[in-house]
């Protein structure tokens, strides 16, 4: 509701995030710096977001086993809070002493390849919550969802936000668009 009626998202400090390998990074620097590069870390905070509508898993990890729902954010892809993930292999490697301090937000870009399935976007910002550049438009209700839940969305969101309801494609095991529409 909070992303709905206030225009904006809430951003989690990086060590609340469901990864236990978020944020690591290696470095040849010693304690001190890596005791640095950790404090500053800290001073960060990320809303993760999906490219993902269609897939599976997404709708089973992150939408209550496909009973929620998700929101559809309009966010221009050159906004410099807005990060794409890019799902590597290893940790970076922080290679200058400099690189540690100026770009520690780069070390939230990055995940390990199991996680891609997320096509991940992340608001990565210093702020608790994250203003949105442009109002909601459309909210997907899981293909589960019960319907208390669907009227309760359907009497609080204003008129101007469109709801579309998801089902599955057991034979693709696909999450697809129901093609019925809802006024």
């Not at 993760?48 to 929620?68: E, K, M, T």
């Not at 976007?121 to 319907?147: A, D, M, Q």
Request: aromatic share 10%.
């Amino acid at each position: 509701l909070d992303i709905i009626l206030n225009n904006r998202v809430w951003c989690a400090k990086w060590g609340s995030l469901n990864d236990p390998l978020e944020g690591r990074f290696h470095s040849d620097f010693g304690n001190d710096f890596d005791e640095n590069v950790n404090s500053k870390r800290d001073e960060w905070r990320i809303c993760s977001l999906s490219s993902a509508l269609d897939n599976f898993l997404v709708w089973s990890h992150y939408a209550s086993g496909h009973q929620g729902i998700a929101i559809e954010l309009d966010i221009p892809e050159d906004n410099v809070d807005l990060s794409k993930v890019h799902y590597r292999p290893f940790s970076p490697v922080l290679t200058e002493r400099s690189e540690g301090i100026r770009d520690l937000k780069k070390l939230f870009e990055i995940k390990t390849e199991e996680w891609s399935y997320e096509r991940e976007y992340r608001i990565i910002i210093k702020s608790e919550f994250y203003k949105l550049p442009n109002p909601i438009k459309k909210v997907y209700l899981g293909h589960k969802i019960c319907s208390k839940r669907q009227n309760i969305l359907r009497s609080i969101l204003p008129p101007h936000v469109e709801i579309v309801q998801m089902k599955l494609d057991s034979y693709q095991g696909k999450v697809i668009v129901d093609q019925r529409t809802f006024e």
